[in-house]
């Protein structure tokens, strides 16, 4: 992705990317809009950081945004500070219709109005309109390093009051929040696999120098033969990718079962997508899993009980409540953008 002056040179399927993100704003036409990015300059942070500065401006002037008249853009970019990196970046977009909004200052312990656009990016630690931090590094212990964190904000519009934290919840509030963003949530693997190898055989093959299990591949028992599922440690490849996108992969879900520890505290709408990752980065390739792990729907906007009570009121029967990707059908990258448009009596709230 290259940069002159305020234009933007995207690959092919960040252009999707960023065009499906525009078409899915223009038809749910939210009142306020976040999202939340993964990966702030990508898999190659140190080469493509650079780039961000210039699709943030890209998006902040674009057509389909000229109506948003307040934005708060914060930015993880820092990469040469292992201690605070965590690559992730949100975005917030008020409609101009929305009048009073206002946002918490952690610092001061209040609620300030929002006015004007700003990005923050270079010390989000001592930014005093979020709530920053990374995990410790012993929460990862088979990991070198690791960017894994969140953000926090806090926002008083209309008749709500809530909090949004990207990636995963950090404590209990009695306000209502929504929690969205990459959580690696995966299927229970063994039951997958009994499910998808009932009748097959397993063979394993270990290791020559220490003896340790080193792949597993499973054989029907007729058919010559054939390979079923192949298992190794960044392989999962099983013959079928189908049984993933059929109805959606809603046959798996009885096997997505990580969110339950939370069942208390969190809950999600109704899942009606097929699983979220790992998607083939070719560009060709938009509906294909790639083989490196069994497909699951990591990439979930969840909510308290009380964020759900607002979504779920009577009155807003009326209204579609939407949760579902973005761009089935063409690359957006190894994951698909989960989106959920979540109707108020008095505003859409839509999330990326």
Same mark, same amino acid.
């Given at each position: ?219 029907? +028992?007729?058919?010559? &033969?054939?390979? %079923? #599922?192949?298992? =190794?440690?960044?392989?999962? $490849?099983? !013959? ?63 909510? +308290?009980?009380?964020? &759900?009570?607002? %979504? #779920?009121?009577? =009155?807003?029967?009326?209204? $579609?409540? !939407? ?30």
């Amino acid at each position: 992705m290259k940069c002159h002056r305020t234009v933007c040179h995207f690959p092919s399927f960040l252009t999707c990317v960023f065009s499906l993100s525009l078409q899915t704003v223009q038809t749910h036409k939210p009142h306020f809009l976040a999202v939340h990015c993964q990966e702030v300059g990508g898999k190659n942070y140190e080469a493509s950081m650079s780039h961000v500065d210039c699709f943030v401006k890209e998006l902040l002037s674009s057509d389909a945004m000229k109506e948003y008249s307040r934005a708060r853009v914060y930015l993880d970019e820092n990469y040469k500070s292992q201690e605070h990196f965590t690559a992730l970046g949100s975005f917030y977009f008020i409609h101009e219709s929305l009048k009073n909004i206002h946002q918490f200052d952690f610092k001061a312990k209040k609620f300030k109005k929002v006015v004007g656009k700003e990005t923050y990016s270079d010390t989000l630690e001592s930014t005093p309109s979020l709530e920053k931090e990374k995990f410790p590094q012993d929460y990862f212990p088979e990991c070198k390093w690791s960017r894994k964190g969140f953000i926090r904000t806090r926002w008083a519009l209309a008749d709500w009051l809530f909090n949004i934290s990207f990636l995963i919840l950090h404590r209990f509030e009695r306000l209502p929040y929504f929690v969205f963003g990459d959580f690696n949530f995966r299927l229970d693997s063994k039951q997958v696999i009994e499910t998808f190898c009932s009748t097959a055989t397993m063979q394993t093959v270990r290791a020559a120098d220490t003896n340790e299990v080193d792949k597993l591949i499973f054989r029907e +028992s007729d058919n010559d &033969r054939k390979v %079923v #599922l192949q298992l =190794e440690k960044k392989l999962f $490849s099983y !013959v079928n990718q189908d049984v993933f996108r059929e109805n959606n992969g809603t046959s798996l879900l009885e096997y997505d079962k990580e969110l339950s520890v939370f069942k208390d505290r969190l809950h999600e709408l109704e899942i009606s997508f097929p699983p979220s990752y790992p998607y083939s980065e070719d560009s060709s390739q938009g509906k294909q899993y790639m083989n490196t792990r069994c497909p699951a729907w990591c990439d979930r906007i969840l909510l +308290s009980a009380s964020a &759900r009570d607002l %979504v #779920l009121k009577p =009155e807003n029967e009326e209204k $579609s409540v !939407v949760y579902d990707n973005i761009g089935p059908n063409v690359c957006m990258g190894d994951h698909k953008v989960t989106m959920g448009a979540l109707p108020t009596s008095s505003l859409c709230v839509t999330m990326l």
